[in-house]
């Protein structure tokens, strides 16, 4: 059932809220500063998706279309997809079709709440956009990042403190790996999901997602196309020969011309004269991209007009790898940084829902995707949930402490919640008035001689406003040792809902909150008031 929401840029500006979550970057990029206008092409809107959505739906190749559709297909085989996901397919042919996509690592079991932010926020995005605009169809797609090779990352997940860990067989790509040893870390989960139906419902999805594929890649698609599959969800799998076949002019011209380095160097000079303390979310190299080999995914390094990698001993000029991209494409996989530009060459996207590290290194990236003549999509971070249960919430009611209260950071939300229940009044800002009226004579006296009094009287009043600055935090210090019992009752709530002082929903596992409720109402609920939520942060009891 749904609490309440609150504006993301309402806690931003006066909470402090950002000051533990978002870099001086994402700041920027929430409130749509001018400076940052040159490095995005613009937020999502109802006008500005509409206006991309015509652009981009006219421009993008039908022999691509049909390429990505008769993919999809071969990579849905194995799901015996129904008819309805087979025309979700399909409809990426029509020339009006256009994509809103949300990407992710292959974390076991779903990993982090967040994953499920991510994909609810582009399947409701895409419904909103076909409501006000008949004349396209939209497509969520949720793009897997099986390409990847930090399998550290990804092979585990919480249950509250505890940690499930798969001893998972390294394959290079993670999408690649055998689900091998995957029915121990069902066995190990059964002891908790075994007391109700709704638990044992995980235990069903875990066993049918996980130990009937071959892969980690299929099985996160079974997995993503079994929670979210009947709101029109798409899953592409990037590993794949015949999409990297349409990528191959971008394969080669990042060997020969070193775009990436160059663009994404020239945009992090750019950023740092426009934000405060920049610090690049991923740094570019001379080339951006792996060889797969082996089960290794390798680094292709350059030295003197000669191509190799880090491990293989082969050696190539460009013109033998050039041939070596075109005979076999899926070989090559880009990094981090490319991988946008890949996905956005094989779909006819608009936008991209993602995290504030994702869209951090979005904003490094427009000078390189002109470079490479690639469309650059409409940017949208994702929303930020806070679950809560009826107990937590009664309690927060019980002791008048504001929801909102709870995203402060650690210190200020101690500090602030002393002065709430303080029956003394802690706040020496009238002092520090009466004291600044107290000098104003001065400074007139001043003003009448010589500049050196001038000097004495603001070294005085500094002085004294200093004094009045450390009275009020001894104070604050002394009733917070008074009213300890009260305020620890508010931080235990605080630190149940923001474990290690983080985001739930980078940690807390989803089985949580299903566990109890299901797996259709837990969904079905979650999408539903994600609809409705504004600016990007929701609170929601469960």
Same mark, same amino acid.
């Given at each position: 059932s749904y609490?309440?929401?609150?504006? =993301?840029?309402?806690l %931003?500006e006066? @909470?402090g809220?950002h000051?533990?979550v978002?870099?001086p ?6 409130r749509?500063?001018p ?7 613009g937020?999502?809107?109802t006008?500005? /998706?509409t206006k991309?959505?015509?652009?981009r739906a006219?421009s993008?190749d039908?022999?691509?279309?049909n390429?990505?559709v008769e $993919?999809l297909?071969k990579?849905?085989e194995h799901?015996?997809p129904?008819?309805?996901t087979r025309?979700?397919i399909?409809a ?14 292959l ?6 709440l ?13 419904a ?8 396209h ?8 990042a099986s390409e990847?090779?930090d399998?550290?990352?990804?092979n585990h ?6 940690k499930v ?5 390294t394959a ?5 790996m055998?689900t ?6 069902l066995?190990e989960l ?6 109700t139906?709704?638990?044992k419902?995980?235990?069903?999805l875990f066993a049918?997602c996980y130990?009937?594929?071959g ?5 996160t698609?079974r997995l993503?196309?079994?929670l979210f599959?009947?709101?029109g969800? %798409? ?5 794949d020969a015949a999409?990297?076949?349409l990528?191959v002019?971008?394969f080669k ?6 775009f990436t ?5 020239q945009?992090n000079?750019a =950023?740092?004269k ?10 570019p ?6 060889y797969?080999f ?6 292709i390094t350059?030295d /003197?007009n ?9 050696k190539w ?5 050039s041939?070596e991209i075109?005979?076999h494409p ?5 990094? /981090? ?6 996905q956005?060459?094989v @779909?006819?996207?608009?936008a991209?829902?993602?995290?504030g590290?994702e869209l951090?290194?979005w904003l490094?990236l427009?000078?390189t995707f002109?470079?490479f003549?690639?469309p650059?999509?409409l =940017?949208?971070?994702r929303?930020t ?7 937590q919430?009664k309690?927060?009611?019980?002791l008048?402490l504001?929801? /909102?209260?709870?995203?402060?950071p650690?210190a200020?939300?101690i500090?602030?919640r002393?002065?709430?229940?303080s029956d ?8 520090r008035e ?6 104003k ?5 001043? &003003?009448?001689?010589?500049k ?7 070294a005085q009043e500094?002085?004294?406003l200093k004094g @009045? ?7 604050l210090? &002394?009733?917070r040792?008074k009213l300890q019992d009260e $305020?620890v ?5 605080r630190n149940?809902?923001f474990?290690?002082?983080? @985001?739930q ?6 089985s949580a ?12 609920e979650?999408k ?6 504004v600016?990007?942060l929701a609170?929601?009891q %469960?």
């Amino acid at each position: 059932s749904y609490i309440n929401y609150f504006c =993301l840029m309402k806690l %931003i500006e006066s @909470l402090g809220y950002h000051r533990g979550v978002y870099a001086p970057l994402m700041q920027q990029l929430l409130r749509n500063d001018p400076a940052l206008k040159s490095f995005h092409r613009g937020l999502v809107s109802t006008k500005a /998706a509409t206006k991309v959505a015509s652009n981009r739906a006219t421009s993008f190749d039908q022999s691509k279309r049909n390429t990505l559709v008769e $993919v999809l297909h071969k990579q849905y085989e194995h799901l015996a997809p129904d008819s309805k996901t087979r025309a979700q397919i399909d409809a990426l042919s029509a020339s009006n079709a256009v994509t809103i996509t949300t990407g992710h690592q292959l974390n076991l079991f779903t990993g982090p709440l967040y994953f499920w932010y991510k994909i609810l926020d582009v399947i409701n995005g895409a419904a909103a956009m076909q409501q006000v605009d008949d004349k396209h169809q939209y497509v969520p797609v949720f793009w897997m990042a099986s390409e990847d090779h930090d399998i550290e990352e990804i092979n585990h997940f919480f249950l509250g403190e505890q940690k499930v860990r798969w001893e998972a067989v390294t394959a290079g790509a993670v999408g690649r790996m055998p689900t091998t040893g995957l029915d121990v870390i069902l066995d190990e989960l059964t002891p908790y999901w075994n007391s109700t139906d709704q638990a044992k419902e995980l235990l069903v999805l875990f066993a049918n997602c996980y130990l009937q594929e071959g892969t980690l890649a299929k099985a996160t698609r079974r997995l993503v196309h079994q929670l979210f599959g009947a709101d029109g969800i %798409i899953v592409v799998d990037g590993d794949d020969a015949a999409l990297k076949s349409l990528f191959v002019p971008m394969f080669k011209a990042e060997v020969r011309e070193q775009f990436t380095h160059k663009g994404v160097t020239q945009t992090n000079t750019a =950023l740092k004269k426009v934000v405060k303390d920049f610090k690049p979310q991923v740094n570019p190299r001379e080339i951006n991209l792996f060889y797969l080999f082996n089960d290794k995914r390798l680094r292709i390094t350059t030295d /003197a007009n000669r191509f190799g990698t880090t491990e293989n001993p082969t050696k190539w000029t460009f013109q033998s790898l050039s041939e070596e991209i075109e005979k076999h494409p899926e070989r090559f996989s880009p990094n /981090a940084l490319m991988r946008p530009l890949y996905q956005e060459c094989v @779909l006819p996207n608009i936008a991209y829902i993602g995290g504030g590290g994702e869209l951090a290194y979005w904003l490094q990236l427009k000078t390189t995707f002109e470079k490479f003549d690639i469309p650059y999509p409409l =940017l949208q971070h994702r929303t930020t949930v806070l679950l809560m249960s009826e107990k937590q919430v009664k309690k927060c009611n019980k002791l008048n402490l504001p929801i /909102a209260d709870l995203f402060l950071p650690t210190a200020t939300f101690i500090n602030k919640r002393v002065r709430q229940i303080s029956d003394i009044d802690i706040d020496f800002s009238s002092q520090r008035e009466v004291l600044k009226d107290n000098f104003k004579a001065f400074h007139d006296l001043a &003003a009448q001689t010589d500049k050196s009094f001038l000097g004495a009287v603001e070294a005085q009043e500094k002085k004294q406003l200093k004094g @009045l600055d450390k009275l009020e935090n001894r104070l604050l210090r &002394a009733q917070r040792k008074k009213l300890q019992d009260e $305020v620890v009752r508010a931080t235990d709530i605080r630190n149940d809902l923001f474990p290690n002082n983080r @985001l739930q929903e980078r940690t807390a596992h989803f089985s949580a909150f299903v566990s109890e409720t299901g797996l259709t109402h837990f969904t079905k609920e979650l999408k539903a008031t994600l609809s409705t939520a504004v600016n990007g942060l929701a609170v929601i009891q %469960i």
